[in-house]
């Protein structure tokens, strides 16, 4: 880098699902100095450090209830706000990114109040508090569903998707043992509200292997019985980080339905069922995934009505019918962008240029 690369700030935290399209964001801006802003708990320890200057702050998320946590948490967040006015004045910073989340509010306001350019990337079909409230003050607000614009009226707005890791745009070998003929049922309980999902289809999976399927069962690392279901055609492992190619090879997938998720699904063709998690601030999960269902490129359960039973047969349906998975392979790619992070850079680049 030289002292006249553009600078950029990243404001992303947390979970994945705000990581990962950032990161794969940052990898096309090369010529950039990039600066993170995280928390000092979160999954960007692990990820950022080792690519990019990692700044924290003590943001943390507003409570339901007023009281002296409440107090607290408004402390630390206008503190926050001056720690990053402090981190763009020292790094001479020239725009700001983020992926949304509670750690974007001070990142959208110091940017504000140094006058220069934020662009939010909201995933998720209902957008989050922050995107709602402090859009305004964005320069872009860029979606992972076109429908979103609908709750941003008054914001400039452009879909771009939501953006995947490198490698799930190329072809990816696996390093499990799987036979080449066999179906392969992957399942992705996500990082909350893993239990339920796990239980139905530890109940379930016998019928599937009786049809020669085999099982990857991506079970989190809060489940209490990971080890009850023993059997050679299921493979338990807490996460994978090859999912791009577990997915490319996935004949279906049983997921939950974040946002970066279902992209990944949606860039790999894979078919699924999915099973929102019910606990999702205002119930975003569903709604991403009807997005899904409405096109026909998922079947979607709502988690109370759902059945070991039902999902057992609805599965073994599916697995019978290549005619259907097909079809629901074709309707997913269209919901996918595959260069949505190249988009999402050069609106990056075009905000620096200003």
Same mark, same amino acid.
């Given at each position: 880098?030289?002292?006249?690369?553009?600078?950029?700030? +990243?404001?992303?935290?947390?979970?994945?699902?705000?990581l990962?399209?950032?990161?794969?964001?940052? $990898?096309?801006?090369?010529?950039?100095?990039? $600066?993170?802003?995280?928390?000092?708990?979160?999954?960007?320890?692990?990820?950022?450090?080792?690519?990019?200057?990692?700044?924290?702050?003590?943001?943390?998320?507003?409570?339901?209830?007023f009281?002296?946590?409440t107090?607290?948490i408004? &402390?630390?967040f206008?503190?926050? !706000?001056?720690?990053?006015?402090?981190?763009?004045?020292?790094?001479?910073?020239?725009?700001?990114?983020?992926?949304g989340?509670?750690?974007?509010?001070p990142?959208? %306001?110091?940017?504000?109040l140094?006058?220069?350019?934020?662009?939010?990337?909201e995933?998720?079909? +209902?957008?989050?508090k922050?995107?709602?409230?402090?859009?305004?003050?964005?320069?872009?607000?860029?979606?992972?569903?076109?429908?979103?614009?609908?709750?941003?009226?008054?914001?400039?707005?452009?879909?771009?998707?939501?953006?995947?890791?490198?490698?799930f745009?190329?072809?990816q070998?696996?390093?499990?043992?799987?036979?080449?003929?066999?179906?392969?049922?992957?399942?992705?309980?996500?990082?909350?509200g893993?239990?339920?999902?796990?239980?139905l !289809?530890?109940?379930?999976?016998?019928?599937? &292997?009786?049809?020669? @399927?085999?099982?990857?069962? %991506?079970?989190?690392?809060?489940?209490?019985d990971?080890?009850?279901?023993?059997?050679?055609?299921?493979?338990?492992?807490?996460?994978?980080?090859?999912?791009?190619?577990?997915?490319?090879?996935?004949?279906?997938?049983?997921?939950?339905?974040?946002?970066g998720?279902?992209?990944?699904?949606?860039?790999?063709?894979?078919?699924?069922?999915?099973?929102?998690?019910?606990?999702a601030? $205002?119930?975003?999960?569903?709604?991403?995934?009807?997005?899904?269902?409405?096109?026909?490129?998922?079947?979607v359960?709502r988690? $109370?009505q759902?059945?070991?039973?039902? %999902?057992?047969?609805?599965?073994?349906?599916?697995?019978?019918?290549?005619?259907?998975?097909?079809?629901?392979?074709?309707?997913? @790619?269209?919901l996918?962008?595959?260069?949505?992070?190249?988009?999402?850079?050069?609106?990056?680049?075009?905000? !620096?240029?200003?």
């Open positions: 880098m030289t002292k006249t690369s553009p600078r950029l700030l +990243i404001a992303a935290s947390g979970t994945g699902g705000h990962f399209p950032a990161l794969a964001v940052a $990898e096309k801006l090369p010529n950039y100095q990039i $600066e993170w802003l995280g928390v000092s708990d979160r999954l960007e320890q692990t990820l950022v450090p080792d690519c990019y200057t990692l700044h924290t702050i003590p943001i943390e998320g507003f409570q339901q209830r009281g002296l946590k107090l607290q408004t &402390f630390r206008l503190s926050s !706000v001056f720690q990053v006015q402090k981190i763009i004045k020292e790094k001479q910073i020239n725009a700001v990114f983020t992926t989340g509670y750690i974007a509010a990142a959208i %306001l110091a940017a504000r140094q006058k220069i350019p934020a662009v939010i990337h995933s998720n079909f +209902i957008p989050g922050v995107t709602r409230f402090l859009s305004r003050w964005c320069d872009t607000v860029a979606l992972g569903f076109a429908g979103t614009a609908q709750y941003l009226p008054k914001v400039d707005t452009v879909h771009v998707s939501t953006p995947v890791r490198s490698q745009l190329t072809s070998s696996l390093d499990l043992d799987i036979p080449q003929d066999a179906p392969l049922i992957v399942v992705i309980g996500g990082s909350q893993a239990v339920a999902v796990n239980k !289809v530890r109940e379930a999976a016998s019928a599937w &292997f009786e049809l020669g @399927a085999i099982v990857v069962h %991506l079970t989190g690392k809060n489940d209490p990971v080890d009850s279901l023993q059997h050679p055609q299921y493979i338990c492992l807490p996460f994978y980080e090859n999912m791009a190619g577990l997915l490319q090879r996935a004949n279906l997938a049983i997921s939950r339905a974040g946002a998720t279902l992209t990944e699904l949606a860039v790999t063709k894979t078919p699924a069922i999915l099973i929102p998690y019910p606990y601030a $205002e119930d975003h999960q569903a709604y991403n995934a009807q997005v899904f269902a409405d096109v026909e490129a998922a079947i359960y988690q $109370e759902l059945t070991a039973n039902i %999902l057992r047969d609805r599965v073994l349906e599916l697995l019978q019918s290549p005619t259907q998975l097909e079809k629901m392979s074709e309707q997913t @790619a269209t996918a962008i595959a260069e949505s992070a190249e988009r999402l850079a050069e609106i990056v680049k075009t905000m !620096v240029m200003k």
